[in-house]
């Protein structure tokens, strides 16, 4: 089956770095998604992606729909701590596939 | 818009007891929603497809029977865990479908003893 990469595993940034975070298969996807998961919820969706080459922007993240279908990957600018969390990639093809997830920890 | 609920939000029950958990999704309707399971510090585990109006399909190494899913409406799906044991605790998570996009609900914690 269609199988996500997602990384990194998990990074510890300072408060106001960038982030960039990225997933990649060996399948084409028609559709991203970047959900954000806090603990204890489910969860949420930042942004979709539905064309190649589309970049989108929500608030302080950008996303970028990979020009091969294959790859997407996903910027926090100026993080803050209230971005900790676990980020997840998901790809639509023939269904959904969510990758490992990338956990993120902020230090004020 | 694309409002998914959960109830119960956490529930404690006593092994070879059912617990049936809901799925709803408030402002929109989905013909389609998915039941998953997360284990501590993992990722997301598809259990089952759930259909409105037709059986739901289950992901290979899930047990249909003891998995009961029922899609009756375009908002409600319930999950139902038959004779629970304590394997059985974890995170389990609804989401409904609206064209590709899926909305997660918060979330049922469920711990047997």
């Known amino acids: 089956g269609q199988q996500l990469n997602q990384s990194p595993q998990s990074m510890f940034i300072q408060e106001g770095e960038d982030v960039s975070m990225n997933c990649t298969s060996s399948s084409i996807f028609n559709t991203w998604l970047w959900y954000k998961q806090d603990p204890g919820e489910g969860p949420v969706l930042l942004i979709a992606?539905?064309?190649?080459?589309e970049l989108t922007s929500n608030g302080r993240l950008t996303a970028q729909f990979g020009i091969t279908r294959k790859d997407s990957f996903l910027n926090i600018s100026a993080s803050i701590p209230s971005d900790v969390g676990i980020y997840f990639c998901?790809?639509?093809?023939?269904?959904?596939?969510f990758g490992a997830g990338t956990r993120l920890t902020v230090k004020p | 818009g694309a409002v998914v609920s959960q109830h119960p939000s956490w529930v404690i029950c006593k092994s070879g007891t059912s617990v049936k958990i809901e799925c709803r999704s408030l402002?929109?309707?989905?013909?389609?929603m998915f039941w998953y399971r997360q284990f501590p510090k993992q990722s997301l585990m598809l259990m089952a497809t759930s259909n409105e109006g037709s059986k739901a399909t289950y992901e290979q190494g899930v047990e249909k029977d003891k998995f009961l899913i029922n899609h009756a409406s375009l908002t409600l799906s319930t999950l139902t865990v038959t004779s629970a044991h304590p394997e059985d605790s974890s995170f389990y998570i609804c989401s409904a479908a609206r064209g590709y996009e899926q909305y997660f609900g918060p979330g049922t914690r469920l711990t047997v003893t």
């Open positions: 998901a790809g639509h093809g023939d269904d959904m596939r």
């Open positions: 992606l539905y064309k190649a080459g």
């Open positions: 402002d929109f309707q989905a013909t389609t």
